[in-house]
């Protein structure tokens, strides 16, 4: 049973990051835009609100595709310990009484994220494999001198 989990962890990795950097971008475009059941939207340039939802549109769009995971997980990672800890835990110590579980879940989210990288169907995959392959291929072709 072990070995077979083993064997779909880079699957299960992959849908995570999926699902999380869908999630994340969602948010960040509510934020910016008021699109996906948003309101309000953020004055251009105002910090921290504004750089925050950026953050969360392009680093969960990043994350989403799988390309440049581990970075753009640790920039959001970064944004959301930085959103606890100055929005949220001021109001209060405990997240289910800040409401700062959101803040607190997608922060250690990505954080994994930094470790684990994209996992499948991401294109850090497929360029890294991309890359070797044609770095063999050049190999192969490289007439050895005498």
Avoid at 22 to 31: K, N, P, T, W, Y
Avoid at 85 to 100: S, W
Avoid at 112 to 118: I, P
Wanted: proline share 3%; with cysteine.
């Amino acid at each position: 049973m072990s070995a077979r989990l083993n064997n779909a962890q880079p699957y299960a990795i992959g849908l995570f990051r999926i699902v999380v950097g869908l999630l994340f971008a969602c948010h960040g475009a509510r934020s910016l835009f008021g699109v996906l059941g948003g309101g309000e939207t953020v004055a251009a340039g105002t910090w921290p609100g504004w750089y925050a939802a950026v953050i969360e549109l392009v680093g969960g769009s990043l994350v989403l595709l799988g390309l440049g995971t581990r970075a753009a997980s640790f920039i959001a990672s970064g944004a959301m310990a930085y959103a606890y800890f100055d929005v949220h835990q001021p109001n209060a110590l405990m997240p289910i009484q800040n409401q700062g579980e959101l803040a607190a879940a997608f922060c250690w989210a990505f954080f994994l994220l930094v470790f684990t990288g994209s996992g499948a169907f991401g294109v850090d995959r497929f360029l890294a494999k991309r890359s070797s392959d044609t770095t063999k291929a050049s190999r192969d072709r490289t007439p050895v001198a005498a």
